[in-house]
């Protein structure tokens, strides 16, 4: 912001703006676009996790009234282009459907039943006879580390080594080893992925689908099937949570597009909940394998070889190293991640991917540190405080963890523990207290959007961003009216369409930050305009004053007692309305990225840059209350600090840290994707067998966002994001307080009762 902001909204409580529509029912999302003559499809997923199919016949289904077609790789004229996989190329897989028999991951793209009615197409779908031959397999990690069939590829750019850490470790004295395992995990947003397609003739289309980029599916038809990406209209307004699973586009995406092609009809696909366990990424299970050297109470020296799982076909890495190469002052540290190669499917990124798996060893690992060392946990976090990178060795571009620790620790009251394990008693209940530190990269990216005033003095913000549920169109909105001195009620923000300037995918915590920058900017080369025509305009009782001295606030320009309304300003020029068209590179940038965005990629900018490393933090203290006779973990109040740079929205901040917070809940005792070795399919493909928690499970929550501290090096709003920082180190941090509560030592997630018997 400037001086010559109205500073009335941003970082306000403000509730959401598109609430009302959500809550009337009136926010429609993509499945629910009504089309007139829109046909139904049904997908059918592999039951094989590797290995052909010898036997489609799809006579049966075809005999069912209103069946239009079935369609499978035994269709004609299907022929893909080549699609690049995440993360060189737009879409979540580079494994096509329907372009051969060969079958690659349980779960993936066979056949797809076009019918008249979604009953037609279900009942049809249970009539496709499919064979296969089989083919061994590898479902899960364990299973490719035991024995692998797919290679296992080291990945050198992800590494990273300083100082001589193998030369500690062979001559410490004291060197503790400990291995600590996640697993798969499944986003699960409300939203279940869902197409529509509708052709405009042959090259043409308008696609309705929830996405956290529509670049992605604007690249992914271009390239698979030969159109001009700006041919490829995607609709997005409204997104029911995504969590990365949205971020890419994924193979129903292209087999409703064709089949909407070959039958010149609109198609609907909406995934079933077991489908969306199968066919849109998953967070990989991770392997994390931990050598600390102790020199008395210090780390002498850190290692960290880890082994994460990847799909059959691209290499996604679920960067467990991120946070562990950075986090804590050892000059002696190195990092190896290997990925290892499953018919699990595609995996990708979920809320803080390699962040969140990645923090839960080396924060369980701090806490053994500490107990072997004779130290409280958060002093020996404190004495390991990094004050500038580690890995880089450039200054922070804004770091206040120690005043998180500070605020956390003083509202939870933890200077009340007593550190022996099961010394904290309620009654007989066993009374566990544990604390993490979370930290996680700013990203961000080139950015591009528009404003707009009308003469009667509404304003239009537009960008082709998402609101996945985190507050985009609110923080939006906020920008905008202060830049412009106006009411937040005259603001609309237009998201969620394909023909809004140009932006990266709202993922990696960056969105708020980087197309926030870009809104100040056009809401602020807007007055600027409008400034300019009033300070040369006679008739403007500004005419000829300094535009530095002029103010904006409650819809008007104002030099000391001076005034103009923005509305007059346009009126006298005789306008119906301006507007203002704005790009950002943000720090760390350059033509790159925004040439990078502009031509349909992401345009990403790196958390280190030449200046900077940039990463917000945090510090989770939690605890659990345990039952001695079911040991049954129950996590009865979080308190999380967060140094998330300026608070844009307190209210919608405070809910993605709480979101956050309480996923970290699940991760440490409840969720899991459950895999077969023998057959790949995941067992628990439904909200009920897969567990989250419940407002039951949930204590007090309270999530601190720390004011006062804007980071310019990040963004122009001095914002960092705070979607993902929440989960990370939350699961360690609970992870940590059962052990104090029960002595028991559990190095992986979930920690389920079995596990503490
Ligand atoms: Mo997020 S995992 O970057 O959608």
């Given at each position: 912001?400037?001086?010559?902001?109205?500073?009335?909204?941003?970082?306000?409580?403000?509730?959401?703006?598109?609430?009302?529509?959500?809550?009337?029912?009136?926010?429609?999302?993509?499945?629910?676009?009504?089309?007139?003559?829109?046909?139904?499809?049904?997908?059918?997923?592999?039951?094989?996790?590797?290995?052909?199919?010898?036997?489609?016949?799809?006579?049966?289904?075809?005999?069912?009234?209103?069946?239009?077609?079935?369609?499978?790789?035994?269709?004609?004229?299907?022929?893909?282009?080549?699609?690049?996989?995440?993360?060189?190329?737009?879409?979540?897989?580079?494994?096509?459907?329907?372009?051969?028999?060969?079958?690659?991951?349980?779960?993936?793209?066979?056949?797809?039943?076009?019918?008249?009615?979604?009953?037609?197409?279900?009942?049809?779908?249970?009539?496709?006879?499919?064979?296969?031959?089989?083919?061994?397999?590898?479902?899960?990690?364990?299973?490719?580390?035991?024995?692998?069939?797919?290679?296992?590829?080291?990945?050198?750019?992800?590494?990273?080594?300083?100082?001589?850490?193998?030369?500690?470790?062979?001559?410490?004295?004291?060197?503790?080893?400990?291995?600590?395992?996640?697993?798969?995990?499944?986003?699960?947003?409300?939203?279940?992925?869902?197409?529509?397609?509708?052709?405009?003739?042959?090259?043409?289309?308008?696609?309705?689908?929830?996405?956290?980029?529509?670049?992605?599916?604007?690249?992914?038809?271009?390239?698979?099937?030969?159109?001009?990406?700006?041919?490829?209209?995607?609709?997005?307004?409204?997104?029911?949570?995504?969590?990365?699973?949205?971020?890419?586009?994924?193979?129903?995406?292209?087999?409703?597009?064709?089949?909407?092609?070959?039958?010149?009809?609109?198609?609907?696909?909406?995934?079933?909940?077991?489908?969306?366990?199968?066919?849109?990424?998953?967070?990989?299970?991770?392997?994390?394998?931990?050598?600390?050297?102790?020199?008395?109470?210090?780390?002498?020296?850190?290692?960290?070889?880890?082994?994460?799982?990847?799909?059959?076909?691209?290499?996604?890495?679920?960067?467990?190293?991120?946070?562990?190469?950075?986090?804590?002052?050892?000059?002696?540290?190195?990092?190896?991640?290997?990925?290892?190669?499953?018919?699990?499917?595609?995996?990708?990124?979920?809320?803080?991917?390699?962040?969140?798996?990645?923090?839960?060893?080396?924060e369980v690992?701090m806490d053994e540190?500490a107990a072997?060392?004779?130290l409280d946990p958060l002093e020996f976090r404190r004495?390991?405080?990094?004050?500038?990178?580690?890995?880089?060795?450039?200054?922070?571009?804004?770091?206040?963890?120690?005043?998180c620790y500070d605020r956390a620790a003083g509202a939870f009251g933890w200077e009340r523990r007593t550190p022996e394990p099961g010394s904290m008693k309620d009654g007989?209940t066993l009374i566990g207290w544990g604390m993490a530190t979370a930290?996680?990269?700013?990203?961000?990216?080139?950015?591009?959007?528009?404003?707009?005033?009308?003469?009667?003095?509404?304003?239009?913000?537009?960008?082709?961003?998402?609101?996945?549920?985190?507050?985009?169109?609110?923080?939006?909105?906020?920008?905008?009216?202060?830049?412009?001195?106006?009411?937040?009620?005259?603001?609309?923000?237009?998201?969620?369409?394909?023909?809004?300037?140009?932006?990266?995918?709202?993922?990696?915590?960056?969105?708020?930050?980087?197309?926030?920058?870009?809104?100040?900017?056009?809401?602020?080369?807007?007055?600027?305009?409008?400034?300019?025509?009033?300070?040369?305009?006679?008739?403007?009782?500004?005419?000829?004053?300094?535009?530095?001295?002029?103010?904006?606030?409650?819809?008007?320009?104002?030099?000391?007692?001076?005034?103009?309304?923005?509305?007059?300003?346009?009126?006298?020029?005789?306008?119906?309305?301006?507007?203002?068209?704005?790009?950002?590179?943000?720090?760390?940038?350059?033509?790159?990225?925004?040439?990078?965005?502009?031509?349909?990629?992401?345009?990403?900018?790196?958390?280190?840059?030449?200046?900077?490393?940039?990463?917000?933090?945090g510090a989770v203290f939690v605890e659990v209350r345990v039952d001695p006779?079911?040991?049954?973990p129950r996590v009865s109040r979080i308190v999380g600090a967060?140094?998330?740079?300026?608070?844009?929205?307190?209210?919608?901040?405070?809910?993605?840290?709480?979101?956050?917070l309480?996923?970290g809940v699940?991760?440490a005792l409840?969720?899991?994707?459950?895999?077969?070795?023998?057959?790949?399919?995941?067992?628990?493909?439904?909200?009920?067998?897969?567990?989250?928690?419940?407002?039951?499970?949930i204590g007090e929550v309270r999530?601190?966002?720390?004011?006062?501290?804007?980071?310019?090096?990040?963004?122009?709003?001095?914002?960092?994001?705070?979607?993902?920082?929440?989960?990370?180190g939350t699961a360690a941090a609970i992870a940590n307080a059962i052990h104090h509560a029960t002595g028991k030592r559990i190095?992986?997630?979930?920690i389920?009762?079995?596990?503490l018997?």
């Amino acid at each position: 912001m400037t001086a010559g902001d109205q500073k009335k909204y941003v970082g306000a409580r403000v509730s959401r703006v598109d609430g009302p529509a959500k809550v009337r029912g009136e926010a429609t999302f993509a499945a629910e676009h009504d089309l007139p003559g829109v046909l139904h499809a049904v997908l059918i997923s592999a039951a094989c996790a590797h290995g052909r199919v010898s036997r489609l016949d799809t006579a049966a289904a075809r005999q069912v009234p209103g069946v239009l077609d079935v369609f499978s790789h035994q269709s004609d004229g299907w022929n893909m282009g080549k699609v690049g996989g995440y993360p060189r190329g737009p879409a979540g897989t580079s494994l096509l459907p329907f372009q051969g028999p060969e079958i690659s991951y349980r779960g993936e793209p066979v056949a797809l039943v076009v019918a008249q009615t979604l009953e037609a197409a279900r009942h049809a779908a249970l009539l496709v006879e499919i064979e296969y031959d089989r083919r061994p397999h590898h479902a899960t990690l364990q299973a490719a580390l035991d024995g692998p069939l797919l290679a296992r590829k080291p990945l050198p750019p992800l590494g990273h080594s300083r100082g001589k850490p193998g030369r500690i470790l062979k001559h410490a004295p004291h060197v503790i080893e400990r291995t600590y395992d996640t697993p798969v995990q499944h986003h699960n947003p409300m939203e279940m992925h869902a197409v529509i397609a509708d052709w405009d003739g042959d090259e043409r289309v308008t696609i309705y689908e929830p996405t956290q980029w529509m670049q992605s599916a604007q690249g992914t038809l271009a390239a698979a099937l030969g159109l001009e990406p700006e041919d490829v209209h995607v609709v997005s307004p409204f997104v029911g949570g995504g969590f990365g699973s949205k971020a890419t586009s994924w193979p129903h995406l292209l087999v409703t597009a064709l089949a909407a092609r070959v039958l010149r009809r609109p198609v609907k696909l909406v995934l079933t909940r077991a489908q969306m366990f199968a066919a849109v990424g998953y967070r990989a299970a991770t392997r994390s394998e931990y050598r600390a050297a102790l020199d008395g109470p210090q780390i002498s020296a850190l290692e960290l070889h880890a082994h994460t799982q990847t799909g059959p076909a691209d290499l996604f890495p679920e960067q467990v190293g991120m946070i562990p190469k950075m986090l804590y002052a050892t000059e002696h540290m190195e990092f190896k991640q290997t990925l290892v190669q499953t018919h699990a499917g595609p995996n990708i990124m979920m809320r803080a991917p390699g962040e969140a798996s990645g923090s839960f060893g080396l924060e369980v690992l701090m806490d053994e540190l500490a107990a072997e060392a004779g130290l409280d946990p958060l002093e020996f976090r404190r004495r390991h405080h990094a004050d500038t990178d580690p890995e880089s060795g450039k200054p922070f571009s804004s770091k206040h963890l120690l005043e998180c620790y500070d605020r956390a620790a003083g509202a939870f009251g933890w200077e009340r523990r007593t550190p022996e394990p099961g010394s904290m008693k309620d009654g007989d209940t066993l009374i566990g207290w544990g604390m993490a530190t979370a930290a996680y990269p700013v990203y961000a990216s080139a950015a591009t959007a528009r404003a707009r005033l009308h003469a009667d003095g509404r304003v239009d913000v537009e960008a082709g961003s998402h609101d996945i549920g985190t507050g985009t169109y609110s923080i939006l909105a906020q920008i905008a009216a202060d830049a412009l001195g106006t009411d937040l009620e005259r603001v609309t923000v237009k998201l969620g369409d394909s023909r809004l300037p140009k932006n990266g995918y709202s993922g990696g915590s960056r969105t708020a930050g980087s197309v926030g920058s870009a809104v100040l900017a056009a809401a602020q080369g807007l007055r600027q305009e409008l400034t300019d025509l009033a300070v040369n305009d006679p008739l403007s009782p500004l005419h000829g004053l300094a535009p530095i001295d002029i103010e904006v606030r409650g819809g008007a320009l104002h030099a000391g007692t001076l005034r103009d309304p923005l509305t007059d300003i346009l009126t006298r020029a005789g306008r119906d309305q301006h507007e203002t068209y704005r790009e950002i590179i943000p720090s760390g940038g350059g033509q790159k990225e925004l040439d990078a965005l502009k031509q349909g990629q992401d345009g990403m900018i790196e958390a280190v840059t030449d200046t900077h490393a940039r990463y917000s933090f945090g510090a989770v203290f939690v605890e659990v209350r345990v039952d001695p006779d079911f040991m049954t973990p129950r996590v009865s109040r979080i308190v999380g600090a967060f140094d998330i740079g300026q608070v844009l929205n307190a209210k919608t901040a405070e809910s993605q840290l709480i979101g956050g917070l309480i996923w970290g809940v699940s991760a440490a005792l409840h969720e899991q994707g459950e895999t077969d070795p023998a057959t790949g399919l995941v067992l628990n493909a439904n909200l009920a067998d897969y567990h989250i928690p419940v407002n039951a499970d949930i204590g007090e929550v309270r999530a601190i966002a720390l004011n006062g501290h804007p980071d310019f090096h990040t963004s122009a709003l001095g914002a960092r994001g705070a979607g993902e920082l929440g989960i990370v180190g939350t699961a360690a941090a609970i992870a940590n307080a059962i052990h104090h509560a029960t002595g028991k030592r559990i190095r992986s997630t979930p920690i389920t009762v079995d596990k503490l018997l």
